[in-house]
């Protein structure tokens, strides 16, 4: 399966992966995903927001329990971020059968689509739509680097846009939601441990700064006659990093866009997303609003104006403790429990689904890159420990 997926969206220059929503790498991605779940006999659907789903056993007769991840991308990204879910899913089931493990509770493996929000600027817009925390008017809104809307995209790639919208009637059948994913950090690296059970997600959004000043010429402006945006900008790339410093948080200014853009011109806009993550709502705010205020005092200086405007938020996430307790059990009560500050559809759906997570050692800590990597053996623990889990939620 690795194997098979493996050329799929790979950009030959970078070695990176470049899966967006909506595109023929995508499409792709979908069409490995079907003929996964057809050659295992699963039935396949794709739901009215683009999430694929293959089915063992009666979806219809509820308290399912879901297993899956995401196939799409961020720019030039790893191959594990979310692959590795699906594959470990699939591997999994078959680990099942060779068991000749007998399911009482309805099985499946999801899916979600556009989970890196790569394309149009928002994560989990999949997850998000089923669960009713996008709404019909704000996806509808949503638009490419090129202009492209989201409805556009998904109509071109042959998904009927008029259906988008809350699933509540499907979130309600699953029982249980377990999401395997390579880990964005080296918590299990240093504890030497393969795989790790999630106890939280912490808080995280983003956040777009405009900052806009007067367009001139380079080589004939005065400095003292100059209103340069990105003055102000660089100051407060610097203040994110140090006020999430004091916080004991993370803050990244990962995406920049200049106005006019020209090398011998001085800027009239510069845009930047900043992207914050705290172990608290407390944390969180006291960056954001560190950050904002050395923005605003660095305009005054620059005679530049700032415009903050939040993107996306999502609260901290405490993963359901009985389903966690539960998973711990079953896996024998030794797998470490760890926090995290990158977003999954898990945690999207945890508001309507009880929901976990299970971590696969990454010995570098290196993610949302061509590095990004995960060790065979520890890859082969992780899928064994899905479906010990699995068999202890869907064969008890």
Not at 243 to 270: D, H, R
Request: net charge negative; hydrophobic share 45%.
């Amino acid at each position: 399966m690795w194997a098979d997926l493996a050329p799929v969206g790979r950009h030959p220059g970078s070695g990176g992966y470049r899966r967006y929503a909506w595109t023929g790498a995508d499409t792709d991605c979908r069409a490995w995903f079907r003929a996964q779940a057809e050659a295992r006999g699963l039935v396949c659907e794709t739901d009215r927001n683009g999430n694929q789903w293959a089915w063992l056993g009666d979806r219809t007769a509820g308290d399912a329990v879901v297993t899956g991840s995401h196939l799409d991308s961020v720019p030039d990204g790893g191959a594990f971020d979310g692959p590795l879910g699906v594959v470990s899913s699939f591997a999994a089931l078959d680990e099942l059968r060779r068991r000749g493990a007998r399911f009482t509770r309805p099985l499946a493996v999801a899916n979600f689509g556009d989970e890196e929000g790569a394309r149009f600027g928002l994560a989990c817009v999949g997850s998000r739509l089923a669960a009713g925390q996008l709404t019909r008017q704000a996806a509808f809104a949503l638009r490419d680097a090129d202009g492209v809307s989201l409805p556009q995209a998904m109509e071109a790639a042959g998904h009927d846009p008029e259906a988008i919208g809350p699933d509540p009637e499907r979130l309600a059948g699953i029982g249980a939601f377990v999401e395997l994913h390579v880990e964005q950090g080296r918590a299990l690296d240093l504890t030497g441990d393969a795989v790790g059970v999630a106890s939280a997600i912490w808080p995280h959004g983003r956040w777009r700064f405009d900052f806009r000043g007067e367009a001139n010429h380079a080589g004939t402006t005065r400095l003292a006659d100059r209103r340069d945006p990105m003055l102000t900008y660089a100051e407060t790339v610097l203040a994110a990093r140090r006020e999430a410093e004091l916080a004991g948080a993370v803050a990244t200014f990962g995406k920049v866009a200049v106005e006019p853009n020209g090398v011998n011109a001085i800027p009239s806009l510069v845009r930047g997303w900043l992207d914050s993550r705290a172990p608290d709502q407390a944390a969180l705010d006291t960056v954001l609003a560190a950050v904002e205020r050395a923005a605003r005092e660095r305009a005054e200086r620059d005679g530049t104006d700032v415009a903050v405007v939040r993107e996306s938020f999502t609260p901290v996430v405490e993963f359901e403790h009985a389903l966690r307790d539960e998973i711990g059990r079953i896996l024998g009560g030794s797998v470490p429990v760890l926090g995290t500050g990158a977003g999954h559809d898990a945690g999207i759906l945890s508001a309507s689904v009880p929901t976990a997570m299970l971590f696969v050692r990454n010995p570098t800590g290196v993610s949302h890159s061509p590095a990004e990597y995960a060790a065979e053996d520890d890859c082969v623990a992780g899928f064994r420990a899905l479906a010990d889990v699995l068999e202890g939620l869907a064969c008890g």
